[in-house]
């Protein structure tokens, strides 16, 4: 894995915390949701704890600077508006969060399943997520509760069935 490139703005002080000034703020809240994205991905992790203060996205150690718990949460929050994350828990202090919405990886998995005529068959989640044939796809990899979720999209609008059997999910694709 190759070093992750930190924005510019990793290295700015006030980064790290919230800008008073609205215009500012709302600046500050994209580069924040673009780094949480795009380290998240080169991290290949789609799970973040907002205690987990010794993560690099939240303490940037040459700065001796570190996001505050509030501030994790209201970037969360921004995630969670453009789809790109939900809580796992009431307290909202574990999120999943998706490089993709989940009804942009519902998309990419249905068009995959058309282009191979996979339609009217049942693959397995580790064939979609994991298999040969998805290697250079970006839903390759996804974490298998991230692809449930998406799938879940999918089968609200009849396109799949969700099929689960001891334990462990396939899915029908009409």
Known sequence: MTDFQWPWEYTFPPFFTLQPHEETRQQQLKVWTDLFLKY??????????????NSPLFHNESLKRRLSPELILVILG???????ASPLDKRRQEWQVYWHTLEEYGN???DWVQETGQTNTICTLYEIAAGENTTQLDFHGVDEAVLVSALRL?????????????????????
């Open 40 to 53: 998240l991905k080169h991290t290949n992790r789609f799970t973040i704890t907002v205690n987990d203060q």
């Open 78 to 84: 921004e995630l969670e508006r453009s789809g790109h």
């Open 154 to 174: 999918l089968e609200e609008k009849g396109r799949c069935e969700l099929i689960e059997m001891d334990g462990s999910h396939g899915v029908k694709f009409f």
């Open 108 to 110: 990419m998995v249905y």
